[in-house]
């Protein structure tokens, strides 16, 4: 693989149902987020990690959780997905948390619906 | 608040010029990143501006105000590839990005 891995790529949950978005990045960036995208609006942070084994929240955490345990790999997951939790999920990563001009890279989506 | 503004969609002509503005209120500012995203696709990054003044990269260039907290980007030579949503985003102080809603470029023949 390389830059951003997602997955799954598309998915239908019932209401209610746990469920864990994987994101796997290969460019050892230290920094890397979780945001939604809902149309008409920008995208919007979800939960973020500077460094491995660290995260913190974004503008729109509640109902989500995040783990940080190695530099690779920064799932999400919704404890109790509800129908306002179907949106495009997008995992990013950066070389670092703040400096740098080189932007984030961005995995390629997840389209999930709750019904 | 954080406030990012751009127009919702604009349409232009192929082989013609486009700007496209984004004007931003925000916390702090650390750089402006404008992004590329294709209908159904990821966002992909265009070009990042620091310093006052014009960055021309091939087609496109892009340029920051910030005194008038304000910026553009300019497509040059307009190609049908070039139809997607073009994002704003501004790097706060606590370098978190904030992302205006995106600009859905039309291209006409």
């Known amino acids: 693989i390389a830059g951003i891995t997602q997955a799954p790529t598309s998915q239908i949950l019932a209401a209610g149902r746990r469920m864990t978005l994987r994101c796997t990045q290969d460019?050892?960036?230290?920094?890397m987020y979780w945001y939604r995208q809902d149309l008409g609006l920008g995208l919007r942070l979800i939960h973020y990690s500077n460094t491995a084994g660290t995260t913190g929240k974004g503008e729109v955490p509640d109902g989500y959780s995040v783990s940080r345990a190695n530099t690779d790999d920064f799932p999400l997951t919704l404890a109790s997905a509800v129908p306002s939790q179907t949106s495009v999920y997008f995992c990013?990563?950066?070389?670092?948390?703040?400096?740098?001009?080189?932007?984030?890279?961005f995995g390629s989506g997840t389209r999930l619906t709750v019904v | 608040g954080q406030n990012i503004d751009q127009p919702t969609e604009m349409t232009a002509t192929e082989g013609a010029i486009v700007q496209i503005n984004c004007t931003y209120q925000?916390?702090?500012?650390?750089?402006l990143f404008w992004y590329q995203q294709h209908a159904g696709e990821a966002p992909t990054f265009l070009s990042y501006?620091?310093l006052d003044g014009l960055e021309e990269k091939g087609r496109f260039s892009s340029f920051l105000s910030r005194s008038k907290g304000y910026s553009y980007l300019l497509l040059k030579e307009l190609q049908m590839k070039d139809s997607a949503s073009y994002l704003c985003a501004v790097r706060d102080s606590n370098y978190q990005l904030i992302w205006g809603a995106g600009t859905k470029l039309i291209i006409k023949p």
């Open positions: 501006n620091v």
């Open positions: 990013a990563s950066s070389v670092d948390a703040g400096t740098g001009a080189s932007g984030y890279t």
């Open positions: 925000t916390s702090g500012f650390n750089g």
């Open positions: 460019m050892r960036h230290n920094a």
